[in-house]
Nanobody, 127 residues
């Protein structure tokens, strides 16, 4: 069984930065694609970013390109989302997820491609 635990959320002013981390246990972390999703109140959970097993490939939703960076440390079984230039519309609960499906620039954006999820961490950006 896989456990994913997010940390690093909080309240920040617009233009500020936050760094989210997700610690994984229970499987060989380096074998799997990792992703971040977010869900704002009253909205569907949406894809934010994903990273391939050895970090050679990353993808982002257009709204965060140039502001967010996903990275991973396979030795520590962690994946990180560095969020800069935050905007009020980035306010959401952010979820870390693990996919058993090989990296693909289309499939790795889909919620249905992910098999395990963390409990989420709240990010609130004030204007």
């Amino acid at each position: 069984q896989v456990q994913l635990v997010e940390s690093g959320g909080g309240l920040v002013e617009a233009g500020g930065s936050l760094r989210l981390s997700c610690a994984a246990s229970g499987r060989t972390f380096s074998s799997f694609v990792m992703g971040w999703f977010r869900q704002a109140p009253g909205k569907e959970r949406e894809f934010v970013a994903a990273i391939s097993r050895s970090a050679e490939m990353t993808i982002y939703v257009d709204s965060v390109k140039g502001r967010f960076t996903i990275s991973r440390d396979n030795a520590r079984s962690t994946v990180t989302l560095q969020m800069n230039s935050l905007k009020p519309e980035d306010t959401a609960v952010y979820y870390c997820a693990l996919s058993l499906i090989a990296y693909d620039s289309t499939w790795s954006r889909l919620r249905s491609s992910y098999n395990y999820w963390g409990q989420g961490t709240q990010v609130t950006v004030s204007s």
